[in-house]
C-alpha cells in the first residue's frame, strides 16, 4: 500500500537560509510524486511534480525536489528561503497505477523569519 | 488556468441539517475529487467521481454522499450533519490518470464548514 510521511510537522528558517522539507514514500508501484503548497485561506497549488525521467524536478517560486528511489525519499528544497514562502507544504504519492487518486502527506508548515 | 469554484467559502448549519457543498470546474475534467482536511491529518479523500453518475468510495465516506449529474459539477452531500463533520473540505479535479496517473490534481479554496 502506498503512504507518504512528512517528517516535521512545522520548520522555522530565516529569511535568506536554506529550506529542507522532508518527504519520505512507500509505493508498492512505481510512484508518481508531487508537492503542493497551501496559503493561508487557500486551496492547494502545485508546485512541481515526479513523474518518470529526470530526478531533479524544478518548480515555480525557486524550489525543486530530488527523487531518490534507494532513500524512497522526495525532499523538498529552496536555496533562500523569502517571507512570501511560509505556507503549509503537502508532499503527495499516487494511489496505484490509473487511479488518478493521491495520498496526501499530514503536512509541514513552513515559518519564515524576518 | 483550471478553475475550481466551491460556492461557499464559509459554511455554518446545525446538527441534524442535511448540507449541500457545490464544487464547479471549468475545464472538462473528468475525474472530480471531495477531500476534508484537519489539522495534524493532512487531506483525506471522501468520495471520488470519474465520469458523470459514477462514484467512488474514499477513504473516510462515512456520513457522506455525493451526486455528479453533470460533468462540471460535484456536490457533497452530508445527509444529517454531526459537530465532528466540523472541517475544511476541499474539492479538486484533473484529466484521467492513464498509464501511471501523472496528471496533477487542481483545487478549489476550500469551504470552511462548521457544525453547531
Known amino acids: 500500500a502506498q503512504s507518504v510521511t512528512q517528517l516535521g510537522s512545522h520548520v522555522s528558517v530565516s529569511e535568506g537560509a536554506l529550506v529542507l522539507l522532508r518527504c519520505n514514500y512507500s509505493?508498492?508501484?512505481?510512484?508518481?510524486l508531487f508537492w503542493y503548497v497551501q496559503y493561508p485561506n487557500q486551496g492547494l497549488q502545485l508546485l512541481l511534480k515526479?513523474?518518470?525521467?529526470?530526478?531533479l524536478v524544478k518548480g515555480i517560486n525557486g524550489f525543486e525536489a530530488e527523487f531518490k528511489k534507494s532513500e524512497t525519499s522526495f525532499h523538498l528544497t529552496k536555496p533562500s528561503a523569502h517571507m512570501s514562502d511560509a505556507a503549509e507544504y503537502f508532499c503527495?504519492?499516487?494511489?496505484?497505477?490509473?487511479?488518478?487518486?493521491?495520498?496526501f502527506g499530514q503536512g509541514t508548515t513552513l515559518q519564515v523569519k524576518p | 488556468d483550471v478553475k475550481v469554484t466551491q460556492s461557499s467559502r464559509y459554511l455554518v448549519k446545525r446538527t441534524g441539517e442535511k448540507v449541500f457543498l457545490e464544487c464547479v470546474q471549468d475545464?472538462?475534467?473528468?475525474?472530480m475529487f471531495w477531500y476534508r482536511q484537519d489539522p495534524g491529518l493532512g487531506l483525506r479523500l471522501i468520495y471520488f467521481?470519474?465520469?458523470?453518475?459514477?462514484?467512488e468510495k474514499g477513504d473516510i465516506p462515512e456520513g457522506y454522499s455525493v451526486s455528479r449529474e453533470k460533468k462540471e459539477r460535484f456536490s457533497l452531500i452530508l445527509e444529517s450533519a454531526s459537530t465532528n463533520q466540523t472541517s475544511m473540505y476541499l474539492c479538486?479535479?484533473?484529466?484521467?490518470?492513464?498509464?501511471?496517473?501523472?496528471?496533477?490534481?487542481?483545487f478549489g479554496d476550500g469551504t470552511r464548514l462548521s457544525i453547531l
Open positions: 479538486a479535479s484533473s484529466r484521467p490518470g492513464g498509464a501511471g496517473s501523472n496528471q496533477p490534481q487542481h
Open positions: 509505493s508498492s508501484v512505481p510512484p508518481y
Open positions: 515526479y513523474t518518470t525521467g529526470a530526478t
Open positions: 503527495a504519492v499516487t494511489k496505484g497505477s490509473n487511479t488518478g487518486k493521491l495520498i
Open positions: 475545464m472538462d475534467h473528468e475525474n
Open positions: 467521481s470519474y465520469d458523470v453518475k459514477m462514484k
